[in-house]
Every structure is written in structure tokens, then in C-alpha cells.
């Protein structure tokens, strides 16, 4: 008889992990290509062939007290999944993010004797360094994406590989603004600030009022400023939407704010200057080469209990990348249209060249092919 097909479960918790798992499997389509992958996932690992068994917005959430009022729904989702795994076991067991849920999963499933791997390493570098036994017990090895986490896990001697970042190896050297304004019918000349506020459901409601009301007063110091907000999908596309037209109707009606669903990048690099909240979209802006604010709020309690964890001088990707404070990062009551504007609106008018050239750096090293060294891995350990 046949050998039966490789079976691969990958689980993504949110978009961003969606788009790193997406290259992963057109890698593992190529090399396996009766594989059967399977899991949970977004609308570009669904592209590649993916079959996802639950829907990947119930893992989709951020925040120690905000995991706390989908933890239910959270839970089913875990053990409807092992329940899957364990009636249909994998050859291995991909994580990508979401460690929360992912290293649990891993865990139950490594002590089954199935090999897990766990794709883009918890920030055991900035807070909770003792994570990392938890994580030794649940992973056979570590993708990682930075090459600042590799010493942590030498400490530890946990199995370790950094694969670099699937956005360095999709984003060019040096982006070209003037195709981009082409695709989405901007005007080649005159400001432009693309704004993001998050792609999850909290995100959006903590942040869109305030950049909404930061774009209100960037156009009155600069009137001829075009504003694009790209949504992560049609729903929140609606929800920005109904938000806008409630609250500055004339800017919708007058199309000096834009709406697009997806784009997210093309809009970043057709931009001057980004408005975002901090997570993986600010690594992609760097990578567009584009001037930003970011900024994030969480729940006060979350906060609080993030003051005295956090242990990393910085928490935006650019910064901690270059280990130094290249772009602002705001947090909290910081978080206001006044500050925001007072930070964005010199990004408009100063030279940027030097910032440019130090995002262009960090570019380079993270320029690895990510998807196919992450996929080596994979069956690397699927070998072992």
C-alpha cells in the first residue's frame, strides 16, 4: 500500500500569524503536494489550499483582561481542536503565534508524542522571561523572526531558528509610492497620511475615535491632506464606515478620507506619513519606508499589570529592532488627538532620509526568504 499523505495541523490566531502561515503552506504545498493541512487560518492560508476546521477570529483577541471575557468560547475552540488532533494525530503540529493558545495546544500534543514546532517566539526578551520552560515543554523547536531573540533561548538551550520575516522578502528594498497612488487612485502629488487602527474588534474601538479625531485636526493645519484607512476585512470595513459617516461626514462625502478593504500595504507606501497602532503593522510600514506615529491603549488593568512586566525599553518593532527610539510610540492618555498630531505633522514637512536609511538596514537583515527557511525547518524536524 501507499504511504498516506503527510499531515500537517497549522494554527494562525490572527491576521498577522494568517500571513505568515499563508507562505509556509504554499512552501509545504510544493514540497508535499498531496499534504493534507489543516487547522485554523485565515483568508490567505484558505487561499493556498488550507482547510481550516473553526473560525480564526475567536482566537483573535488582545490583552490579559480582554482574553478573560472570550475565554469560553476560546476554550471550546482548544478542546474541540485536540479532540480533532487526536482522532486525526499530524505529523507535526505548527503554532504560529497566539501563544496563549497555541502553547497549550502544543504542549498536550508533544506529550502525546507529536512534534510541534512553535512559529514566532512569545516576547520571553521583553516580559516573562520564565515562559521559556513552559515553552521548552510545549515546542519541539522555535521559529523566530528577529535575530535579537536568539540569545534567550541559547540561555535555555531550547532548539532555536531564525528564519527572518516573510514581509522583508515581500516588500521591496524601496517601495514605489508613485505605482502604489497609481493603484489606489491617488493623486501622484499632495499629502497623504494612511491610518490604521488595529484589526481586531478591541483595537478598533479604543483607537478609531481617537484617530479620527486626529485626522480632524492634521486637516486643519494641513488641508489638502488625503487620509486612507484600510480594513482588515468587509466587517470591519462596515464598522469604520458607520463610524465615519456618524462622526465627520463632510470628509466622507468630500473623499478626503478613503476606505479600502485589505491594501493595508499598497496604502502604507502610497502614504507620507502612517498613523498606526503598534503590533506587526508598524514592522510592515518600516519595511515600506515610511515615516509613523504608533500607539496603542489597552484596558487600564491590562496596564497596570503590563508597568510592572515589561521589562524592554521599547515596544514597537522598529525600536526594538534598531534598539534604539527611531519612531514615536505612544501609549494610554498619551494616545490623544492633540499629541498624535503634534508628533505627525512635522513627519510631513522634515527630512527623512537618515530614518529611511536606518528602516532600509534593518530590511536587509531581516531579508532571509522567511517562508521557505521556515518551511526547511518544519520538515527538519519532522525528519528528526
Not at 273 to 300: D, F, H, N, Q, W
Request: glycine share 4%; proline share 7%; with cysteine.
Amino acid at each position: 500500500m501507499p504511504d498516506s499523505p503527510l499531515r500537517i495541523a497549522i494554527v494562525a490566531g490572527e491576521p498577522s500569524g494568517d500571513v505568515l502561515a499563508a507562505g509556509m503552506v504554499a512552501e509545504l504545498r510544493k514540497r508535499y503536494p498531496n499534504a493534507i493541512l489543516e487547522g485554523i487560518g485565515g483568508d490567505n492560508m484558505k487561499r493556498m489550499g488550507f482547510h481550516s476546521l473553526f473560525d480564526m477570529e475567536t482566537l483573535s483577541v488582545m490583552g490579559l483582561v480582554e482574553v478573560l471575557r472570550h475565554l469560553p468560547a476560546i476554550l471550546k475552540v482548544k478542546n474541540d481542536l485536540l479532540a480533532y488532533l487526536e482522532k486525526f494525530p499530524p505529523d507535526v503540529y505548527v503554532g504560529v503565534d497566539a501563544p496563549d493558545f497555541n502553547l497549550r495546544v502544543e504542549k498536550v500534543l508533544k506529550q502525546r508524542g507529536i512534534k510541534t514546532v512553535h512559529y514566532v517566539s512569545p516576547t520571553v526578551w521583553a516580559w516573562r522571561e520564565k515562559r521559556i520552560h513552559k515553552i521548552k515543554a510545549a515546542a519541539s523547536r522555535v521559529l523566530g523572526l528577529f535575530p535579537f531573540e536568539a540569545q534567550v533561548y541559547e540561555k535555555y538551550q531550547v532548539p532555536y531558528t531564525f528564519v527572518g520575516h516573510t514581509l522583508a522578502d515581500a516588500i521591496e528594498l524601496a517601495p514605489d509610492q508613485v505605482a502604489a497612488r497609481a493603484a489606489l487612485d491617488l493623486p501622484d502629488t499632495g499629502p497623504v497620511m494612511a491610518v490604521l487602527p488595529g484589526s481586531r474588534g478591541g483595537e478598533l474601538k479604543a483607537l478609531l475615535p481617537v484617530f479620527v479625531a486626529t485626522i480632524k485636526q492634521v486637516k486643519q493645519q494641513l488641508p489638502a491632506c488625503l487620509f486612507v484607512i484600510p480594513a482588515a476585512n468587509q466587517y470591519r470595513m462596515e464598522t469604520i464606515q458607520t463610524y465615519l459617516k456618524e462622526s465627520v461626514p463632510e470628509l466622507v462625502a468630500g473623499k478626503q478620507i478613503r476606505l479600502t478593504i485589505g491594501n493595508a500595504r499598497e496604502t502604507m507606501v502610497a502614504s507620507d506619513v502612517i498613523l498606526l497602532a503598534s503590533g506587526t503593522a508598524t514592522l510592515e510600514a518600516m519595511l515600506c519606508k515610511r515615516p509613523m506615529v504608533s500607539c496603542y491603549k489597552l484596558s487600564s488593568l491590562t496596564y497596570k499589570i503590563m508597568q510592572r512586566l515589561y521589562k524592554a525599553p521599547y515596544f514597537s518593532l522598529p525600536n526594538l529592532l534598531a534598539n534604539e527610539k527611531l519612531v514615536p510610540e505612544l501609549l494610554q492618555d498619551d494616545v490623544n488627538p492633540e499629541t498624535l498630531a503634534a508628533h505627525l505633522l512635522p513627519l510631513f514637512t522634515q527630512d527623512n532620509s537618515a530614518l529611511i536609511a536606518r528602516f532600509t538596514e534593518i530590511h536587509k537583515a531581516l531579508k532571509l526568504n522567511a517562508d521557505k527557511m521556515a518551511t526547511q525547518a518544519v520538515v527538519e524536524v519532522i525528519n528528526e
